[in-house]
């Protein structure tokens, strides 16, 4: 039996005459039976219904189903109006599957409501009567890859309609010289995701060329082809190819007499044909969204030497992320025309482009190529003949957005290529009409957001004329864009109407670039608005780079009559240039010509340029600079050191007066009879310089750098050099007078020829640096440094400062040395203070200034009248009795244990808190310095020192002032020593002091120890100053750097000091650390138990060694600050180590008797822990701030002062007998309050002296001779 396909094909061929004109196609396999086994010549109208209930099936493969129409009409629609006929082609592992392909003369084809969906095969399998497409004449071919799933050729009439055709192979559809033809809602997506490595078509091709079969079949007189509301979608590569000779389609063709087929992603057209077949395609109301392609994005259209008066023109259609995969351009359209050497003899109009939309063009994700939207290029053989404007490209009502290219036309690029090469263009012109362009191109994408650079929107080459259009209801309008919106090269432009630019940002000329002797012609009526447009370099709105040949320079602004630019308007409101022109820049305003009328004088040009021009500041319009001025006094020569800078206002001019810009260069040479170029260089990176036209004046930096020391400090060469400013060509000097001086103070001539940082600086320390530029140093905050020229060798000296000799702050951080002396500042300020602190001057600060003198309780300088030595002697005779009958009154020793705490709290601060009360704080205020001056006083009266300044005579001396300090602690000692004596000859005496005489006198030593421990130290102590070419620095007494380390009178001090704090301190270490060991000796406990157990008497009994602890603690201390200054910090860290290690064991033993003496001893070691961690915590974060720090020491003793007023008034309480009685009050008041919780209290009466010892004393069997000691004065 035969098969079914073959049984329905003889069927069909037997009864086509027979069967009615209309077929009902209601089988799946039906429609293949009629259309693809053999070719179908048709004999009659017919018409097929395909039923939109099923899927028609083409399951055989290779193939296209040829239809010859033989003058007859076909008509393939569905059964439905709503529904589309499904025609599915079966997938094979080919590209290919089944196409079918109609042809024939005078018939008509239409085919509507049809879904065609996996179809389309190779060209090759086409039969041999419509095989004619490739030719050997052609100048296009079809390779044997190219493939379709619809064919038309030569059907005098075609319409399709609400046709899809998706995911197919090869092109949509071939339509071959379609006289008439019409697709309406066509739609053509997702083509074929191919992975082969050659072209195999896709989208819609419109191909028309002449036939070499003429004789047969007639050549229509035009071809009409009308594309309406049809979509193209996503006809696009997934898998990318190499071709290995690839080069865009106008280059393969100049290069290949017969190329192969090319083709857009959606859309081809191919012009052919001769002058007498015209072709007009119309594509209206379409869109085109998401092609791609290697040759052109959605649309390419190529022009072979075709029909001149053939024309392609698109009207109210979308385009939106269409994008070239290689170099090529137009990822929307491109569009390539050759005309070769015909004549053209009138206006022809190959493209027009109307009311559409052109949006997100030339750019996708993952592709490194950027295309724009539109390029056009046109070619000819010119010859001088063609008469101007003969070819017109109209682009009207287009809308512009978010297009992307990353070389030039990023909205459009249109080229005239012109052959021989270089050749003026005359016969191509552009209309531009209402044109909107914004927010081109895509600054948020992701490949190109780094790199991408400004480049032009609109760009012009070899064009003779742009007219630029716009009307009053739509204006041409072109905002946010980035990139010039209009470069032209080698075209003229032509402004007409009401056009608009508004903030748009280039390089230069952000609304128009010109160059290649390109101009701008205003037309009569024009109204142009620029507003706030910015560029980078120059004119900010419009800028030239033309000729700058007086003889061959065209005006930038051209005008068709002399008297037009009384009615043209160019409004310029706010835009910028980094350079000159924040407006306009040309270097053709004023010297040029114009073409339409002779040479008019300047003045006339001046009056047109400010009639024209409105909302023009100084500034906004400038030209190529004529002159330059230093805008500086040159008539003193300015002093700078080798390395310095000097900084030179000049500003350059134009013709007309206005600032401009101009590249200036340097020349340094000595004035005499003739110039003589000084050896003199300047730095690496100073070159030309550019003196911008934005500003009055452009400050030049200059560094200058020599090696040559004979020209420095001579007035006779010195005081004439000057610096040549010149411009280049024109050759216009200023000159300037510079004194070039030796190397300031701290500075040496380095070989580079620059002032660097002397040895010493960089000896001392690594941290302090110099800055010749503003002849200072630069050091941390918190470095004590003093540097200057030293007293006696008037040389550059530095050494550490004395902290309470030399100002410091966080914030000042430079040193400026003068004539004068040295001052501190700051580099985020201009306020300068002496370096020294208090009045002090001389090496390391150590001297007070004449006049001045050294007073005690204070590091400052006073103005000391001899006047003051009375009283300061009647003070301190005062001073000592009264002490000493405080101490005696009030009980206030350390037999009692309450102020054991307050005095060790105050020996230790002494050396640490003090350091930083005692410093200048001029950041500090008033308010401020009033709280420090009462807790410094405070903590000065606990070590036996003044606390606040006190003159003694004028005159005194830093060596003087250390010697007479001792003597307060021994004049004391003496009174109390008196005392004792007396009381042996007076009863009176005797019954007031005897029993406390051992224990004031112990209390004395004990708050004389941190005073004659910090005598001895700072006598001991050293300071180095460092001089310019001296190897060996100079070693200094700390206190005073005029006293040399050693000397005579250092000597003498230090035997005093050593002697008298010897005397006093070592029985007091004795008796702390052997006294319990001294008291086994029978000889000695009698001279020795009153003194110890007169320190020991608060301990318990075997906690004997717990004060020789804490004074150990406090040697310690001491020692470590005073000589840690390589290792302060390691040594800060052993000591807060120790120091928590004694909290811990005094919490953990709790050594006095007392409870109440241990918790406020305890209260009083935690307070000084806490200091301790917090101002590490401040010192650290606060960049080494001393206001910081002095405020916290300084809040920080006033709880202590608080207890210590609390002790006092406990011990008055003590010595009344009124302690009983404020323990009733305290009972009664509690009384009133029964709310309160009660507390069962047990109070003992105070044992007496006998019962205590006997209980609790466990000191030995002591002889009767000592006095009466350790009265029981606590409440327990």
């Known amino acids: 039996m035969l098969p079914t396909s073959m049984y329905l094909f003889v069927l069909f061929f037997f009864a086509l005459p027979l069967v009615p004109a209309t077929v009902f196609v209601n089988t799946s396999h039906q429609l293949e039976g009629i259309l693809c086994n053999e070719t179908k010549i048709l004999t009659g109208d017919l018409s097929l219904h395909l039923d939109t209930s099923i899927t028609h099936q083409i399951r055989s493969n290779g193939v296209f189903c040829p239809v010859n129409m033989n003058h007859y009409s076909l008509t393939i629609t569905s059964d439905s109006n709503d529904s589309f006929a499904v025609i599915s082609c079966t997938s094979s592992d080919k590209y290919w599957t089944r196409g079918f392909a109609f042809y024939g003369t005078n018939g008509s084809l239409t085919m509507r409501g049809l879904h065609f969906t996996n179809c389309g095969t190779n060209l090759t399998t086409l039969d041999c009567d419509i095989n004619i497409i490739n030719s050997t004449t052609s100048s296009i071919h079809f390779t044997k890859y190219h493939a379709a799933v619809l064919v038309f050729t030569d059907i005098a009439s075609i319409t399709v309609s609400n046709v899809t055709i998706m995911k197919y192979s090869g092109f949509a559809i071939i339509a071959v010289n379609l006289p008439y033809a019409v697709f309406d809602y066509l739609e053509v997506s997702y083509s074929y995701s191919q992975k082969t490595d050659f072209e195999i078509g896709r989208g819609l091709l419109l191909l028309l060329f002449d036939r070499i079969t003429r004789g047969i079949i007639d050549s229509p007189t035009q071809y009409r082809v009308n594309i309406t509301n049809s979509a193209f979608h996503k006809n696009s590569f997934k898998y990318s190819y190499q071709f290995t000779n690839y080069s865009c389609a106008a280059k393969m063709h100049r290069e290949l007499f017969n190329m192969p087929v090319v083709n857009g992603a959606a859309l081809t057209i191919l012009f052919t044909q001769s002058d007498t077949s015209p072709a007009i395609v119309r594509i209206l109301n379409s869109s085109f969204t998401f092609n791609n392609e290697y040759f052109a994005g959605a649309i390419l259209i190529l022009s072979f030497n075709s029909s001149i008066d053939s024309k392609t023109i698109i009207d109210g259609s979308y385009f939106e992320n269409n994008f070239v995969l290689n170099e090529c351009n137009g990822g929307a359209l491109a569009a390539t025309l050759f005309f070769g050497q015909r004549i053209l003899t009138k206006q022809y109009s190959p493209l027009v482009i109307t009311t559409s939309k052109v949006k997100g063009n030339g750019y996708s994700h993952g592709v490194k190529w950027t295309s724009g939207a539109i390029e056009v290029a046109v070619y000819k053989d010119v010859n001088g003949s063609e008469p101007e404007g003969a070819v017109a490209i109209l682009f009207s009502k287009l809308h512009f957005e978010l297009n992307t290219s990353s070389k030039f036309g990023t909205c459009l690029y249109v080229v005239s290529n012109t ?454 002697i009647i003070l301190y005779l005062i001073a000592g009795p009264l002490l000493v009958l405080l101490l005696c009154a009030l009980k206030l020793t350390l037999t009692t244990g309450t102020l054991n705490g307050i005095i060790f709290y105050a020996q230790i601060t002494n050396i640490g808190i003090m350091h930083y009360l005692n410093i200048p704080c001029i950041e500090c205020t008033n308010e401020l310095l009033y709280l420090i001056r009462f807790s410094s006083v405070f903590i000065s009266w606990l070590n036996l020192n003044l606390g606040f300044s006190l003159c003694f005579f004028n005159g005194m001396t830093e060596i003087l002032k250390a010697g007479l300090s001792l003597l307060f602690p021994v004049y004391l000692i003496l009174i109390v020593g008196l005392l004792i004596i007396l009381s042996r000859y007076s009863v009176t005496i005797s019954n007031r002091f005897s029993h406390s005489s051992i224990q004031v006198l112990i209390t004395i030593v004990h708050l004389s120890f941190t005073k004659l421990l910090q005598s001895v130290l700072e006598v001991f102590s050293s300071a180095k100053i460092y001089t310019e070419g001296v190897d060996v620095p100079k070693i ?50 009698e001279y020795i138990r009153p003194f110890y157990e007169a320190i020991h008497a608060p301990y318990r009994r075997n906690k004997w060694y717990w004060f020789a602890l804490h004074q150990l603690f406090v040697l310690f201390t001491y020692v470590s600050e005073t000589f840690s200054s390589s290792q302060r910090r390691v040594l800060f860290l052993a000591v807060l180590l120790i120091y928590h290690i004694l909290l811990y064991l005094h919490a953990k033993l709790m050594p006095f008797r007392y409870k109440i003496l241990n918790w406020l001893h305890l209260m009083i070691l935690f307070a000084l822990d806490v200091i301790f961690l917090v101002s590490q915590y401040i010192y650290l974060s606060n960049d080494h701030s001393p206001k910081q720090l002095v405020t916290f020491f300084t809040i920080a003793v006033y709880p202590i002062i608080a207890v210590f007023i609390l002790i006092i008034a406990y011990h008055i309480l003590l010595v009344t007998n009124k302690v009983d009685h404020v323990l009733f009050l305290c009972r009664r008041v509690k009384e009133h309050f029964p709310g309160l919780k009660r507390k069962t209290r047990q109070y003992r009466r105070r044992c007496q002296y006998d019962e205590c010892r006997s209980s609790d004393s466990g000191s030995g069997d002591y002889t009767e001779a000592r006095e009466p000691l350790l009265e029981q004065t606590l409440i327990n």
Not at 758 to 773: A, G, P, R
Not at 1044 to 1066: C, D, F
């Open 419 to 872: 052959f021989p090469k270089e050749s003026r263009s005359k016969y191509l012109t552009i209309l531009l009409d209402s044109i909107v362009a914004n927010h081109n191109p895509n600054l948020t994408a992701r490949e190109i957001n780094d790199i991408f650079n400004p480049v032009s929107l609109f760009h012009f080459d070899n064009i003779i004329d742009v007219v630029i259009n716009g009307t009053l209801a739509e204006p041409g309008n072109f905002s946010c864009n980035y990139g010039s919106v209009f470069e032209l090269l080698k075209s003229y432009v032509v402004l007409n109407g009401h056009l608009s630019f508004k903030d748009n940002i280039a390089d230069h000329g952000a609304a128009f670039l010109l160059t290649g002797d390109s101009v701008i012609f205003l037309k009569k009526g024009l109204r142009a608005n620029f507003t706030n447009n910015t560029v980078r370099s120059l004119g900010g709105a419009i800028y030239s780079m033309m000729n700058e040949n007086f003889k061959q320079a065209k005006c930038t602004f051209q005008l068709n009559s002399c008297d037009d630019y009384n009615n043209i308007s160019l409004t310029f409101s706010n835009n910028k240039a980094a350079l000159a022109g924040n407006s306009i820049y040309s270097p053709n305003l004023y010297e040029c010509y114009f073409k339409k009328f002779s040479f008019p004088k300047h003045g006339v040009i001046v009056k047109m340029y400010n009639t024209m021009f409105k909302n023009i500041f100084p500034g906004d319009v400038a030209s190529k600079a004529k002159s330059m001025h230093l805008c500086m006094n040159n008539t003193i020569p300015l002093e700078i050191f080798p390395g310095s800078s000097i900084r030179i206002p000049v500003n350059v001019t134009d013709r007309n007066g206005s600032l401009t810009y101009k590249i200036v260069t340097v020349l340094a040479v000595e004035k005499g009879n003739f110039l003589k170029k000084l050896n003199w260089n300047f730095s690496n990176y100073q070159g030309p310089f550019i003196i911008k036209g934005t500003k009055n004046c452009t400050t030049v930096y200059l560094k200058i750098q020599t090696t040559d020391v004979t020209t420095l400090d001579k007035e006779s060469i010195l005081q004439f050099s000057m610096l040549q400013f010149g411009i280049s060509q024109k050759n216009k000097v200023e000159e300037l007078r510079v004194k070039m001086k030796t190397c300031p103070l701290g500075f040496k001539l380095s070989r580079t020829g620059i002032c660097v940082c002397s040895d010493l600086l960089t000896n001392l320390d690594k941290e302090i640096t110099c800055d010749i530029e503003n002849n200072t140093f630069i050091k941390p905050g918190d470095l004590n440094v003093w540097m200057g020229n030293s007293t006696k060798s008037n040389k550059f000296s530095i050494a550490y400062c004395h902290p309470s000799h030399c100002n410091i702050g966080y914030q000042l951080n430079l040193i400026h040395l003068t004539s004068s002396g040295s001052y501190l500042g700051s580099t985020n300020s201009t306020v300068y203070r002496p370096l020294c602190y208090g009045y002090r001057t001389g090496d390391a600060c150590s001297e007070c200034i004449p006049n001045y003198s050294v007073v005690f309780g204070s590091t400052e300088c006073k103005d000391c009248s001899s006047h003051f030595f009375p009283f300061t």
């Open 1036 to 1085: 200094v007494w700390y206190n005073n750097g005029t006293i040399a380390y050693n000397s005579e009178s250092h000597i003498w001090l230090m035997i005093v000091t050593s002697i008298v704090a010897g005397l006093i301190l070592i029985p007091y270490f004795i008796v702390i650390l052997l006294g319990k060991f001294l008291l086994k000796f029978d000889k000695l406990r």
